[in-house]
């Protein structure tokens, strides 16, 4: 990386804890990473961002606001990246993925929590993310007890702005979810001193409907037997659709999906099971499962999480005569999204169904972090439903830590042969 | 007891576990209340409810659905009882107190889950609950992540009318869970068969706030040095009001209030530390803390609560020109409780000092339910408080099980001397 101490320094970071992270990366990203064969030349791109995670798009963000732009962090795929753009506004996910911030997480956080949320905090605390302290303002929402308690903590760091997304489906919670928007439009406006637009917000919600369709490519590339990029290379694309910018991410993603067509052509079978993921989001660099099932005699060919199909599926209906009807497009679309926050849930089981016919997955890893309630609660009736068609499923529920990773292989292991 | 075990099996009980834990009940109930000195002699109607635990109630309940009454199951403070009571149904409130039901519990739910959802789960699970067995409906609300997924697991049982409470307090929230309210009359009006007059509602809302009067009437008491009652005595008559007949135990409470007025005037110092309990709710039979703690030399004299102050805290207006507006108040008042599934929830700080204060509390214990993250991470910011106010607290996270009971004690007796 090259030098951004500088930059590191303006944005009040604790340089010595953050050299410490810094140094750590690269090494597992080679394990992880580098180590696999034959990856598809498109992911250099996807080596490059990792290897600037910290640098290039840092100083991007800066020269953004050096003109004025202000920077919005999420976390949240309900939350509508449409309104940022709109506002011309840069949004970052923030979520944490790194065991790094448990610590610093812990210091004002319950240690018995989702170990995502403890790594955000922590990642705030600890001041060593230069995405956290690039921010102007912060989105919470009213998803899960943690984040929803969470947002109260780190209030007393930076302002965060709480949508209230609705916990059923029926049409008076879409409209609420309307009126949620409207408000966020308001506060973002207020904030960045732009008015939205129709004509703006038609622009943006095309193109989060572009990024949408380049990474549903993707995934679609993966249902071929067998698929021509790694799951665990999906993931990073995933986990990087968060923050990049998203004109080049979008090129980036068809350029590699031009070549995905072509791999198509040479593809030999490879005797791997093919591995459905489903549940709670894995936020960069969180890479723990995929590493150890990738491994062994298996690959994972599609995730039903946050940072997998709920991310990109079903598209904004961009046909609207005005601004009223667009924003509830934009309501109807989010509220589509299936996540177990939301009762009754019984669209994601569905889902998981589809998505196990459709990408031909031999078997379903339902992954549950640490802490996590509703997703924990929620197996039951997934598991029951997966019975139900035969499909093999085991259950994981883990943290960041590396602790319980050879157990964890010994139980896939044993999955992957009995599947 | 009598003999209940004809009504048992007609609800479909089983009776051999039933039997185990009515077994483990009086011997429990002598050593914990009976051993205390002194008691007052309007506890005897309390001593009697408890011995007639599953038995006379049950029957009475046997009696009312025998006329074609109904019998609504309710789990949470949030629900307003005005509307159950207008309907002519009885409300019984089902959360679980006891270990008992946890094993049951875990058999549908995770492991890592608040007790109180485990036992009340299992108590309908292992079909040894009456209260359970004889109704008609559940009431569940979407409060905390646990037990918004729990009805999910629930309704495969018994039918769950599941409210939709918000989780902010904004003014168009108010307006929301009047929605909600206007919703849960419907939905009873068609499970009773009756109409909810105003005429009928405007009598349950003030019957509701007699009971509300009587409760304060006791704590108000309490404020007394010493309290002419303990804690654990009040703290069973608060979890007895979640199901007792309203006429009735107003009447038993005023009795003994005005037997403890008559004790105001020969109470003798008693050198006792005082206690504000403040936290997650205590379910009948749940007195492990205020059993811990008044074995040591203190006296437990507020509980900042479901069980506790939030339960009565607050009147309905009674002033209602017609059934909008009076729904509007009992909204209103409800909209008051501060649970900590509410963010903000800075109502319950000011709460928490002012009690300490009209208490005169040496102390406060926070009581947080394990897995409880709503409450959990809401500590950091009562602690940051108290400590504001030089007001010693210490933080206790536990279950139903008896295994750290000694630790707690231990750890209590040192916070009692340095208080």
Redesign the interface.
Known sequence: MGDYRKLWSNLNMNLEKHDVLCAVLPEIYSKVYLSQNDRPEGMNYFNFVVSEVHGLRIEELDNHKKQGGKVIGTFCVYVPDEVILAAGAIGVGLCGGSQFWIEDGEK???R??CPLIKAFVGAKVSATCPYFQSCDMLVGE?T???K??????LNDYTPVH?M?L???KRE??IE?WK?EIKEFISRIEELTGNKITFEKLKETVILCNDKRKALKRLYELRKNIPSPISGLDSLLISQIAFYDDPQRFIQKVNELCDELDERLKSLQPNGKKRILITGTPMAIPNWKMHSIIESLNAEIVVEETCTGTRYFENFVEENANDMDELIENIARRYMKVNC??F???AGRIEDIIKYVKEYKADGVIYYNL??C??Y??????VEEALNKENIPVMFI?TDYSEEDSGQIKTRVEAFIEMI
């Open positions: 004002v956080l319950p018995n929590l009213t899960c007890d943690g929803k308690k969470a947002w109260e903590i709480v209230e609705p916990q059923m008076k919670n609420d009126m177990a926050c009762t009754p849930n640490s802490f309630q509703t924990s609660v929620e197996y039951k009736k529920e």
